[in-house]
């Protein structure tokens, strides 16, 4: 009993004034996600209810299954973007089947472990990931400051200094949200002529009902859906798996990502199943999450809970909210979610790094695809690292001249990338008598192996006898099973070690 109590106060909440600060910043967040949410379901061409729903129906669920506290999940742009075409073709329901689909994926994906493939995405690609999308959220609020009055102007001015200012007096209530509830308050009092959430589009009234996709279960509706799915699960945990990585550095803890895998196709299904698009991870709330105060599930629960309530019983009110008082929180998230250390460390970090870090964020912003940005930041890394390791690498010789016996001494690392200088370092006279040295270096891979074949075949059409010598086991195992030159007819004096 006191190891569950122990684990429900780690996880959910371990005193009163740590629940109350999670259920305030679950509030600011609920708040945060209406605007965000009706405009993702326009981009995926249906109606805002299916924005709405899924992301209660996420939120909670996440906070259940989830494997990183604190983080909000709900419906998101990069998928919304993925299911444009399958909802204009098809229609809704069919998106519903996707999203259960993109679910079960996530599921086994959590079962198979692919959450370690984060341990491939550089610290560079994480910075340009956090740096693109802090800049992608500063450019989502443009359209809200266009064609507008002053009035609008000064109430984002209005609601960023409360932001800023309110905690130098007092952090017992989160900032943002007295800036939404101030604003608004203005807002509806002075009947103000600035954009409202109602502008945005139709608030659902009512609770979701439980339901199944009406589709035929075919597998030409599965040959339909799959891509899709596919696409929406891979982009969804990637999106997750790289905010749970930039909450874990916020808050100093970690998380339990293949948990996070799981959790997150167990909320999508529950999604799809109340009527609501799939979804994932979102760092913008994220960080209004935690910058508010927001630590534990609770939090979480609170955000997907609180947004139903909304829906539910305060839809009039919550339509009047102004646009200006999101948008300066939207504003603030953007400031605190970009890392402005990065900006003097392109003078003081190797430049392959700033390399990798700019084009991350450049092709992010170009595309406005997160999976895109990452994938060619990890791609570039990769052929930065191989090429670094590629100079690890030297070969000498002993004597340097002269037609008596010679040793060749190689040193580094050995595969795909270095085999061009492995096979071009050996130059003996014909006939000279060879030992090549490979105490000091790995063969790592078939093309290493390959490559010593090589040099095998040239020395022996040259009549030169040789011997190979020094192997470590991992090197002497692989040279054993796929090596050739040991059938021809060479004396081969592989002394692992």
């Given at each position: 009993m006191n190891k569950i109590l122990s684990r429900f106060g780690a996880e959910w909440a371990a005193d009163a004034g740590e629940a109350r600060r999670d259920i305030l910043a679950g509030v600011v967040v609920a708040l945060a996600l209406i605007p965000e949410a009706i405009g993702f379901s326009i981009i995926s061409g249906v109606d805002p209810s299916v924005g709405l729903y899924a992301s209660v129906a996420i939120a909670i669920v996440i906070s259940l299954l989830g494997g990183r506290p604190g983080?909000?999940?709900?419906?998101?742009?990069?998928?919304?973007?993925v299911v444009a075409p399958l909802v204009r073709e098809h229609g809704v329901e069919y998106l519903f089947a996707a999203?259960?689909?993109?679910?079960?994926?996530?599921?086994?994906?959590?079962?198979?472990?692919?959450?370690?493939?984060?341990?491939?995405?550089?610290?560079?690609?994480?910075?340009?990931?956090?740096?693109?999308?802090?800049?992608?959220?500063?450019?989502?609020?443009?359209?809200?400051?266009?064609?507008?009055?002053w009035h609008t102007y000064g109430m984002v001015a209005a609601g960023l200094a409360i932001i800023y200012l309110l905690p130098r007096l007092t952090r017992a209530v989160p900032s943002p949200l007295v800036a939404i509830v101030v604003l608004a308050g203005l807002s509806i009092a002075l009947d103000l002529p600035v954009r409202t959430v109602g502008d945005m589009g139709r608030l659902p009234e009512g609770l979701p009902s439980l339901a199944l996709p009406q589709v035929p279960?075919?597998?030409?509706?599965l040959r339909i859906i799959l891509p899709f799915s596919l696409t929406m699960a891979a982009v969804g945990l990637l999106e997750s798996m790289m905010t749970a990585q930039i909450v874990d550095d916020m808050t100093d803890t970690e998380s339990d990502k293949r948990r996070e895998c799981a959790g997150q196709g167990g909320a999508?299904?529950?999604a799809a199943l109340v009527g609501g698009m799939g979804g994932c991870a979102m760092i913008g709330q994220s960080v209004i999450n935690v910058t508010s105060g927001g630590r534990k599930r609770l939090s979480t629960f609170t955000a997907g809970a609180f947004l139903m309530f909304l829906l539910t019983v305060l839809g009039p009110l919550v339509g009047r909210i102004p646009m200006p008082a999101l948008v300066a929180v939207m504003i603030?998230?953007?400031?605190?979610?970009?890392?402005?250390?990065?900006?003097?460390?392109?003078?003081?970090?190797?430049?392959?790094?700033?390399?990798?870090?700019?084009?991350?964020?450049?092709?992010?912003?170009?595309?406005?695809?997160?999976?895109?940005?990452?994938?060619?930041?990890?791609?570039?890394?990769?052929?930065?690292?191989?090429g670094k390791v590629r100079r690890m690498f030297a070969v000498e010789r002993e004597p340097i001249s002269g037609d008596g016996p010679v040793t060749y001494r190689v040193r580094g690392e050995i595969f795909f990338a270095s085999v061009d200088r492995f096979t071009r370092a050996f130059a003996p006279e014909a006939g000279q008598r060879v030992t090549?040295?490979?105490?000091?270096?790995?063969?790592?891979?078939?093309?290493?192996?390959?490559?010593?074949?090589?040099?095998?075949?040239?020395?022996r059409r040259d009549g030169c006898p040789m011997e190979v010598i020094g192997y470590n086991r991992a090197s002497a195992d692989l040279v054993d099973r796929f090596a050739l030159h040991d059938k021809t007819g060479f004396e081969l004096g592989a002394v692992p070690h």
């Open positions: 983080m909000i999940s709900a419906a998101t742009a990069a998928v919304a973007v999203t259960i689909l993109m679910g079960i994926i996530q599921i086994v994906a959590g079962f198979l472990r692919l959450d370690l493939l984060m341990q491939f995405v550089s610290r560079s690609v994480i910075t340009g990931f956090v740096n693109a999308l802090a800049i992608l959220i500063f450019l989502a609020q443009i359209p809200q400051l266009s064609g507008v009055t279960f075919t597998l030409e509706m999508n299904i529950a603030m998230v953007s400031i605190g979610t970009f890392s402005w250390n990065s900006i003097p460390n392109l003078r003081r970090h190797p430049p392959t790094s700033s390399v990798v870090m700019l084009v991350t964020v450049a092709v992010v912003v170009a595309t406005h695809d997160l999976a895109q940005g990452v994938l060619a930041g990890v791609l570039l890394s990769g052929i930065f690292f191989t090549i040295d490979v105490s000091a270096a790995h063969f790592w891979d078939i093309s290493a192996v390959a490559a010593l074949d090589k040099v095998v075949a040239r020395l």
